[in-house]
């Protein structure tokens, strides 16, 4: 198995994703922030970019659903700061 650098991207993304989840989970990081949905967001098109390379339908499904969700966190994040 030869790794290419979409799949270097790939493993960034999942880095994210995981790590700002780890963080949350162990009370590191606030999720009604707007860093954790934006660096989700971020992990999620990382890990779509690395399925051009090496095609998925269920993992593209999930990160469309993720980047989806990431978003609404983000919109709702940035709202609410404001007030």
């Given at each position: 198995m030869q790794l290419a650098l979409p799949d270097f991207v790939g493993f960034a993304g999942v880095s994210l994703v995981v790590?700002?989840?780890?963080?949350?989970?162990?009370?590191?990081?606030?999720?009604?922030?707007?860093?954790?949905?934006?660096?989700?967001?971020?992990?999620?098109?990382?890990?779509?970019?690395?399925?051009?390379?090496?095609?998925?339908?269920a993992s593209f499904v999930i990160e469309m659903f993720w980047l989806l969700i990431s978003g609404v966190g983000l919109a709702r994040a940035l709202f609410f700061k404001s007030k």
């Open positions: 790590g700002t989840y780890f963080l949350s989970q162990v009370g590191r990081m606030d999720v009604r922030q707007p860093l954790y949905p934006a660096l989700n967001g971020i992990g999620a098109l990382l890990i779509l970019f690395s399925l051009s390379h090496t095609f998925n339908a």
